[in-house]
């Protein structure tokens, strides 16, 4: 009885064979399937070594966009002065035209004429170009209130070389029409304004981006500037507002404010209205009213900036101009809007005194060793009457506070300056190479005076060659009792990674205590010139590897100043020994 009890037991426990066969069969068919996706389908990157290769190429990216040749661009001026013979694309026989301007990537806005078929503009469209030549596209358009645009009719014109031509009339590729253009190209050097602060605007953002991001990178959901402008994932909304932009009638949508533009979208009728202002183009931004009783905003653009995403509104003085009404607070939006404006223009004049102050330190070093002509930009020819910090001051932090066995003066004379081998002494038996070192001379643009060191330092990093062309720029101020001494220097190496993108600032302040020490306070950091995908970590690298070499040169320094004043005391000695033994001659009884 138990074993027939036990054997059906056994029996139901068990799958049968076509419950085998089944199983077998659905397995190899999930199998198949699987293997087949896995094969069409696109590979997506994965979460945790994804990020690693997205730096690798983004760091490969910046190396090759600081590689690239950028001495001189190409200004592209056009004026859309008019058109005439549009074809007519309302029922009454006229057309809303407005001109749609593509120059490489970048696309600019006309403003819209209401009811004419030849249409008088006069707006001028300002673009800047790597090189000729280039295709400027004029396209032009209807203004519907609800429905899309409809082509009126396009030119493409070629500049093939610098200069200007004259206004002519261009014909367009439809059953009628022709526009007027007047097309002026010429090269500007890098440091022209406009150049200058495209890269400016660059380089701030990279910075600002790392320092939120910090050492990993993020990768944050993509918000409304990402989702409808296709703005950079960096960008983030700072405020928004709901309003209305002005045309025929109010396209209701809403305002957003970030730290690089002004935008707005509105999706009335299904008519897509995207309006993206960059900070840099604005000019002005006022109070005005719309229909008398609503408050409104005008924003106006520099003259050349055109319309961004649809036709502007004209002005009388050239410029083009943007009004939002029906807002909730408007005198708080304002003060918001000239805000933004005002912080992003501080930061981009701070990106361009960084720079000037790195082509004036290259200019002050140069002049006592070099009759080669520096080109300093434009933006720094106002700096070079004043005297300037050599050091920035807010990424130094401390690395030593002590005392050494001398008085400033002392320090001066046997380490720093011209007569003194020490910085030759030290570097060699760093095992440095060809080193050269300058002398010190007056510099107009900071206190005191300065010098430049340039040798090959050994480097142990592994991703380092085992030498690497180093630049010191050296500054000294000797207070005129001698009592304090302030030694700064910036190093930049040149053959490392990311090498370009920073320095090694550093500040010695030595005090005279007694006639014998005196109290030593060295303080050194990193100061970035570029965005950096390793800043976190060539900061905190920076620093620790600075501490350690203070050690090894306060310490050369010691033995150094002991070997330089043994000479002296030896000359003591002797004379001392000599007056001694000269002195029983003078007796009188010997005599």
Known sequence: MSSQAASAALGFLLPTCWEIEVTCAAAMILVALYAAFEHLAPRPSSAGTGGGADDLNLARDLDGADKRPCDSAVSVQLELLAAKNLIAANLNGTSDPYALITCGEEKRFSSMVPGSRNPMWGEEFNFVVESLPVKIKVKIYDWDIVWKSTTLGSVTVPVESEG??????????????????HIKAIKVHESSSRVLNNSAEADARRRISMDKQGPTVVHQKPGHLQT??????????????????????????????????????????????????????????????????????????????????????????????????????????????????????????????????????????????????????????????????FVKEGVLVSVFD??????????????????????????????????????????????GQVRELNCKSICHSPMCPPYSAMTEWQHMVLSADKTDLVFETVQQVHDVPFGSFFEIHCRWTVKTVNSSSCSLKISAGAHFKKWCIMQSKIKSGAVDEYKKEVQEMLGFAESYMLKANSPNQEDAVRTEQDNMAADPDDMPGDQ
């Open 164 to 181: 200007q031509s004259g206004p002519v009339w261009h014909t367009l590729d439809s059953s009628s029409g022709q526009v007027c253009l």
């Open 228 to 389: 409808i402008f296709g703005l950079p994932p960096d960008e983030v909304v700072e405020h928004s507002y709901s309003c209305a932009l002005e045309r025929s009638f109010l396209y209701h949508g809403r305002m957003y404010v970030s730290s690089w533009h002004i935008c707005f979208h509105s999706n009335v009728f299904s008519k897509q209205i995207k309006v993206v202002l960059p900070l840099r183009d604005i000019d002005e931004i006022r109070r005005s009213q719309h229909a008398v009783i609503n408050p409104a905003i005008t924003i106006f653009l520099r003259m050349g900036a055109g319309g961004h995403g649809v036709p502007p509104l004209g002005y009388p003085d050239g410029r083009v101009r943007y009004k939002f009404a029906s807002f909730w607070n408007r005198n708080h939006t304002i003060r918001a809007l000239q805000r933004a404006v005002k912080n992003f223009h501080t930061m981009i004049e701070a990106e361009k005194q960084e720079r000037a102050q790195s082509a004036l330190r290259a200019l002050s070093s140069s002049r006592k060793n070099s009759r080669k002509e520096i080109n300093v930009p434009e933006d720094c020819a106002d700096l070079t009457g004043q005297l300037q910090p």
């Open 402 to 447: 002590g005392t050494f066995p001398c008085t400033a003066e002392q320090f001066f004379n046997n380490l720093l300056s011209d007569d003194s081998s020490y910085t030759t002494e030290y570097r060699t038996a760093r095992k440095d190479k060809d080193i050269n070192l300058g002398q010190w001379h007056v510099a107009d643009e900071y206190d």
